[in-house]
């Protein structure tokens, strides 16, 4: 065996960042902190390799680790000066998991060890305080026997607690030294009760039992879960790190704190932090005491007191320490430090989690200021991050008045960017009415489903009091790029009443609310919010690009991104309107405008009806005669909007019955409007009822049986083609047939779409070039690739069809199961979500490989709704795409990904 | 060019029957039949590299094919002693197409070619007979004009009807000589008329014309859709045969006839056969004059006058020759011969076409006879035709009695074999209500859909008066094995009135009439019917074997089949009564054995309501729990049944909807029955409606969100086992999980039926071997294969799911395309009759090539409806299934499929 436990310390370091697969993450930060003269408290990482042996050995240690251990140990002995189990000057130690990816919360963690009946004495004697002392005693005897010993944790909260009660204490901090005595003789009496074993008193058992039980916790229920949902291979194993202990609570000179080397919330150049004097990190999480900011310039009252007021010295020495780590790593740190009477110790240093406005601010000025090259900057902002730039914000002062007012109501989780303020609505029926009325609403379930779609998208913004970011309104909102707040349990819903309670305030239907979802908080009352800056440059066209120091990031941001990017991002759009968005958003072109969406405007929808309802072809194409005009109006607008790029056009795809009344009522009104016998149209209707519409009458099954549709459609499209030449603007349509699943279906609806284009061009004097291609959404479709292409000029996969067909899942009725198959890692993430990569990019691969087998420059591109997820993205451009297409506001999304993918993969 | 024309004729034949690919089939057989020394009016065939060249070439002939033609009609000329255009004895020449496979009435022919104005004059000198000489004449312009020169048939018809018109006559036969003068004119004249051309005087000029309108005829709209139906490649080309005219209906000593060489429907070995004095072809087939029996075994009337009486020398000679083709080809041929003043000319030879009885009987003899081995003897019979011989008859003299009442009322297509008698319904759901009342049922519709299933299959018999053999009830019927006739256009049905109309017989519902459906024959009023001789021997047990000599054949048949069969056949069954029948069919397991078909008897509905309609896993475990002892009774009696064979058990399938009632009444009544709040049960059924319930919460999803379900399933298996292997009968339960798209749902799965089995094996004392596999249903489980084998111990194709999801098409609503899609030629066939071989079967291989890579020795079997078709049986042994399963009566074909398969590939 390799050597199998690394050093570090006072400039003894064996370790290096670069050994994360070897030491883990936090070990290997560490091991750097010291080797760069950091003052880390002295420790030791047993390496993953160790874990692996462990368990491909029975669990069992590989011989010589005892002795590696106990070598290590002397040598902290030695850097501390004091000794494991010495009762005059004990020397205490935690032990930590730590793997290669931070699993937070997953694995075990036990503190103090060291500690006895006899060393407690000397720690007393050491801090001259006694109740330190035993409070320490107690905490490390609980945390050893749950986990450890195995004993639940309960029966300590018990003893506590029956504690508390006699002497009517609200908090353990209250406890007297003679009780917390009475505590540790307790729990060492539960743990004899309850595991027929005593506590070890021998601190050498207590370091091996803590780390043979960091060891196991890898392999515990909730650990292999989450390494299951986040893709960690088992046989990573975790490193064990051992470090001496450091106490912030030792005293006035003692302190604890966290910092960032930035700001994480805007990302200015600035130190960031808070700190809590003579504190541990628990009493910062407990709340009981407020932090206090790390620097005077952080200051919001004159009441607060500074680290850099209280500690000026030691803050000198952080804020050396902090851009020392900062030029180190060249990214924002999150450090963690504690002060142990005066003496400052670096316990922590990772990279920040931050907002999006942060990352890009972050990344841009590290270019400016030669830390890192454009290249790494662009790898330094999350895709999905760019869609906070992108949502409407609230102003920050009205947030901090109205925070002041009391008006926060409770906290969720922050499933959809951007901010939203409306009425409340507590059905998708309801929401979709009020906003009918011209009213803002945000809808407030519950939960969501399928049958909310309306509602939701009718909405400004979403509130579920269960769920969670997987959840289906977290991720329908995501995919709307809507504000969303998920999984809010202070929420008490009464949907008969139409009234919720949350924290004793009473909301009904019709009161306002407002949510901050990239903050996940749901505010009382109505607040205004406005385009983000992003937005009123680009969208609103309110706001100069040269005034925007913001938009000038981004747009220095974009460059870089599109400089590295290789394959094309489209827009899926229906209408001029949105074109024009996606244009100002960065798209090139369009990947899918569906048609049918035209037919439900005004009374365009009659005619479709009437065409639906026709007893003949005769009657089929008077009605479609009807049509044409305004499709053609459409096509022309769209095609100016795009000005010469791309636009992939879909001819009808849903069943015709989607165009019908379903009601009864309904279908008597409209055969009076059309004159019909109401029985008729019923009859009709019915007929028309499929047991399974995703798989039924639609798609190219409708133009092959009725062509007259596709006659009516390509007229449409290629009489406003010639009509936009004709005024000198560039056109480029490609007309592409949906639902293909065999070759034949494709051949007849091209030729009738080239016919109508050669009558179009005789009667126009004037031709365009355009494409017929087709969706590749079934898996019939991926199979028979080969064939298809002989025909068809381009690809374009429909995911969404394509993975309810792999799946055999109907996205309408996965709710009863699949959020279930998510939770329980049956499926590692919703595959209507990023995409499926072993079986539906399975299919792709096969329809990519057998389409260019026929025709190598076959251009293929993806109009799902996974076009706009990142990790679809990426593979996208992994299998050869030539393009993704997705909703507007996903484009800066998919270009980031796309750009990405690129960098991961020199 | 290699040579282009081979020539036949006395003693003269340059081809042979081994040059089908280069000759076409007839020109091959023709030049055989002359090579052996029949006298064959002489001719030549100009080859199918011809039409392949003239196709390549812009429709142009090869160089030196003129020459050649022209040196093969002097050899006729020679042969016959006449001359080509000559005025005196002029030669008449046919011209007729023949491609590889037969492609009946596809393409053209053209008959009399040689006659002119001048040369009529001859024939009618030389047959001294002028009616005949004209009405050749007019028949043979008519021809050329259609065919050659392209005027519509109609034009010369409206000729022929206005003189019939104007004399008053019935038929064409009873035109004078100076009448068919009249009308020679006539169509010469529309001719001119309608094509600005004259018809060609020329003989030479003829025979080109009739030469370019065969090879043209290969690329007729017809011709192309045949060849895209039958999948006969379009490089073939066809074959182009000229040869000498011969006539029947020169006078008493000229006669026509058609012949068997041994009996076509039951398979005796007596020669069979009928022929028309003085007549032609066509006169048979207008049916004016009745056939007369070939010989005097064959007369049925004293009346009748035989060949073998009339003309017992051209008999005896005509015998020898049947006797010859027979041993030569070594098989039942299909012979056309003429007689042309006392000579016998033998015209054509093709093998037989058969009943399945004929098929059997006829290849068992032959292997008794020595003629052919038993190898081919397993080549001769049709897969689908072994479905006669299980198929319910009449008895033949009541068919004959009833036919000379007059009771036959119309014919249409003959679509799923054997007899049936009942009442007339005229909807399902009157069907179904009546064949609850014990009533014996013929459901008649104008066509059927899939709502019509469960009418369908409680009736005996199914009556369509529209849709050819691929429609729903023809497709429907043969899967149930049901006796069904299809496209009977004689129907006029009136749905209202629940009354049809028949060539003038009025019916009404609960009227009786009866289906002969290997005839295709409807009759007036109710007939027996009888368990076919081999049901009443292997089913019905009321024949001893040794008593019926048709089930010796079939036995012997079925022994050779299965020492060359080399995959299994197992069958679906549901029932120990259908287990039963399925071994007596020589089933060698299960396939598919669907426990939820258990849960719709008697009261077990209620229990599987109340664990639908349970608040809590609590309430769900309680129904389960009265489920339980019903369904190990049914699988004790499966096991019994299948006596140590292989028992596929799938676990719970279909959406739980399915088990509730549909209608608010309904469900009121339930509601009232396990007193549960009608409303309630409505929120209920409401909230588990689907909108598409194919791809909804069903299959091995209901067992993973509720466990409990397979809990159960599971038990009722293992205890089943257990019990049945106590009582000493050995039994190898295969437990099959549905629906599986990803390895951890089936790992779930397979963990609670594991789990389950250790708890009865500790209970009970006692182990079974069993097997824990998953049907592969899902384009995802194909192609994720390789991970599903890890687990799985076999895979079993759903192949009705497959071709679902495959497509995306929904079975149930593919009724307003898919019949449209086959009649065009979109898709080749019905998917769902015989499998996709390049979209469902690629998947089918990528599932198994996966699967087998994990685990080498997986056993693969296929269960949907495809196991019993016999394409597809070929198609699972070529991708290496080890086994079919099908509906009980398809075992014989699926076995017999199977083994031809082997002979196909040796």
Chains 1, 2 share one sequence.
């Not at 490390?140 to 508390?164: H, S, T, W």
Request: charged share 25%.
């Amino acid at each position: 065996m390799k050597k199998m436990v690394y050093y570090f310390g006072k400039n003894n370091s064996e370790g290096g960042a670069d050994m994360k697969a070897l030491l883990g993450g936090k070990g290997a930060n560490l091991a750097e902190m010291a080797r760069i003269g950091l003052p880390v408290p002295p420790g030791f990482t047993i390496t993953t390799e160790v874990c692996t042996a462990f368990y491909a050995n029975n669990k069992n240690y590989p011989e010589g680790l005892r002795d590696e251990v106990n070598a290590n140990l002397r040598k902290i002995e030695q850097d501390m000066g004091a000794e494991f189990g010495n009762q005059d000057n004990p020397l205490l130690v935690s032990c930590r998991s730590g793997a290669r990816i931070s699993m937070p919360g997953m694995m075990d963690t036990v503190l103090n060890i060291g500690l006895n009946d006899r060393t407690v004495e000397g720690l007393i004697r050491r801090t001259d305080n006694p109740r330190f002392g035993y409070d320490s005693y107690r905490r490390f005897i609980g945390m050893y026997g749950d986990v450890v010993m195995g004993v639940k944790f309960r029966l300590f909260e018990n003893i506590l607690n029956e504690i508390k009660k006699r002497r009517g204490l609200r908090h353990e901090s209250e406890l007297t030294t003679d009780e917390l005595k009475e505590v540790c003789r307790r729990f060492k009496d539960v743990i004899a009760r309850a595991t027929d074993a005593e506590f070890p008193e021998n601190p050498e058992d207590q370091i091996w039992g803590a780390i043979g039980a960091v060891f196991n916790s890898w392999n515990i229920p909730r650990a292999v879960t989450y390494r299951r949902l986040n893709h960690i291979p088992e046989d990573w194993g975790t490193a064990v790190n051992v470090q001496t202990m450091v106490f912030g609570n030792m005293g006035p000179t003692s302190a604890t704190g966290v910092a960032f080397t930035r700001n994480p919330a805007a990302g200015e150049k600035v130190f960031f932090g808070e700190y809590l004097a003579n504190a541990q990190g628990e009493d910062v999480v407990a709340g009981i005491r407020t932090p206090q900011p790390i620097n005077k310039a952080q200051k919001s009252d004159p009441e607060q007191v500074s680290l850099e007021e209280l500690m000026p010295e030691i803050y000198q020495e952080l804020s050396k320490y902090y851009q020392k780590l900062e030029n180190h790593y060249k990214d924002m740190q999150d450090l963690e430090f504690t002060i142990q009477e005066g003496k400052l110790y670096m316990l922590q240093t990772r990279v920040g989690k931050r907002t999006g406005f942060a990352a890009l601010r972050i990344a841009v000025d590290m270019v400016d200021e030669g830390l890192i090259d454009k290249r790494t900057a662009v790898t330094r902002v999350e895709p999905e991050q760019l869609t906070h730039l992108l949502s409407p914000i609230f102003d920050p002062e009205d947030k901090k008045a109205v925070l002041k007012k009391g008006r926060f109501l409770a906290k969720g989780i922050n499933a959809g960017p951007g901010a939203a303020s409306g009425k409340i609505a507590f059905s998708a029926d309801r929401a979709f009415q009020m906003a009918n009325e011209d009213d803002s609403v945000i809808l407030v379930r519950i939960e969501t489903s399928p049958e909310d779609i309306h509602g939701m998208a009718a909405s400004q913004g979403i509130l579920t009091a269960q769920g969670g970011s997987t959840s289906h309104a977290a991720l329908v909102a995501r995919g709307m790029g809507k504000c969303c707040v998920v999984g809010c349990n202070a929420l008490n819903i009464d949907y008969d009443e139409k009234k919720m309670t949350v924290n004793n305030v009473v909301l009904s239907e019709g009161d306002y609310i407002s949510l901050d979802g990239s903050a996940g908080e749901v505010i009382n009352g109505r607040m205004d919010t406005y385009p983000s800056e992003i937005a009123q440059v680009l969208i609103e066209k309110t706001l100069k690009q040269e005034d925007s120091l913001l938009f000038r990031r981004y747009e220095k941001f974009m460059t870089w991104v599109d400089e590295i990017r290789d394959i094309g991002v489209r827009t899926n759009a229906d209408t001029p309107k949105d074109s024009s968005v996606a244009v100002s958003l960065g798209a090139e072109g369009i990947g899918l405008c569906r048609t049918e969406h035209m037919f439900f405007e005004g009374n365009r929808i009659d005619s479709m009806r009437e065409m639906i309802l026709a007893e003949n072809k005769t009657g089929r194409i008077k009605a479609l005669n009807k049509l044409l005009p305004m499709q053609r109006e459409d096509f022309i607008g769209i095609f100016k909007a795009m000005n010469g790029r791309p636009v992939t056009i879909r001819t009808l795809d849903p069943p015709l019955h989607e165009f019908l009344p379903h009601t009864d009522e309904e279908l008597e009104e409209l055969g009076e409007k059309i004159q019909v016998d109401a029985e008729v149209l019923k009859r009709k209707a019915r007929s028309l009822r499929e047991a399974n519409p995703m798989l039924g009458h639609r798609g190219c099954r409708l133009g092959n049986v009725y062509p007259e549709i596709t006659r009516m459609q390509a007229r449409a499209i290629i009489e406003a083609a010639v009509a936009v030449k004709k005024e000198g603007i560039d056109v480029k349509p490609e007309i592409m047939i949906p639902l293909v699943a065999e070759l034949r279906e494709f051949e007849n609806q091209r030729k009738v779409v080239n016919e109508v284009a050669e009558e179009v061009f005789k009667e126009e004097n004037e031709s365009v070039d355009y494409l017929v291609g087709t969706m590749i959404e079934l898996p019939r479709a991926c199979l028979t690739a080969d064939r298809i292409a002989e025909q068809a000029e381009f690809f374009s996969f429909g995911t969404n069809d394509l993975t309810q067909t792999t799946f055999g899942i109907s996205r309408d009725d996965a709710g009863s199961f699949l959020p279930f198959y998510v939770a329980q890692g049956i499926l590692p993430w919703d595959p209507f979500q990023t995409l499926d990569f072993i079986g539906v990019g399975g299919l792709m691969k096969i329809g990519i490989e057998k389409g260019r087998k026929t025709r190598p420059d076959l251009k293929i591109g993806i109009c799902g709704e996974h076009g706009g997820d990142p990790e679809t993205v990426k593979f996208c451009r992994r299998v050869g795409l030539n393009y993704v297409s997705c909703s507007p506001y996903r484009i800066p999304v998919a270009k980031l990904a796309a750009a990405q993918e690129v960098l991961e993969k020199e």
